[in-house]
């Protein structure tokens, strides 16, 4: 079992800063990927960027490459989704996941633990 804890959204103006961080409990956390999904009201939700459990190779949605980087901390039971760049259109519930030794980094369906979201809105 795995519990995720998501802080540090907020508000921001455009072109502005964040950084969200995910608490993980649990003593395996180095064995599970590590997802970043968003949704706002009426879509989808939509993956962001993802880290894996062997490695430390990092996936991107195209939306959001270059301006966003995804980190973890093995031995704090954190990842970390720094956040550059800020658009509007970036603003959502930003979801942090976690799924054991899963490669199926950028679907939903790889991950089988999710937190309870932290709000992000980036105004123009």
């Known amino acids: 079992q795995v519990q995720l804890v998501e802080s540090g959204g907020g508000l921001v103006q455009a072109g502005g800063s964040l950084r969200l961080s995910c608490a993980a409990s649990?003593?395996?956390?180095?064995?599970?990927?590590m997802g970043w999904f968003r949704q706002t009201p009426g879509k989808e939700r939509e993956f962001v960027a993802a880290?894996?459990?062997?490695?430390?190779?990092?996936y991107y949605a195209d939306s959001v490459k270059g301006r966003f980087t995804i980190s973890r901390d093995n031995a704090k039971n954190a990842v970390y989704l720094q956040m550059n760049s800020l658009k509007p259109e970036d603003t959502a519930v930003y979801y942090c996941a976690a799924g054991l030794f899963s490669t199926a980094y950028t679907v939903g369906a790889g991950y089988g633990y999710w937190g309870q979201g932290t709000q992000v809105i980036v105004s123009s």
């Open positions: 880290i894996s459990w062997i490695g430390g190779s990092t």
């Open positions: 649990g003593r395996t956390f180095s064995n599970y990927a």
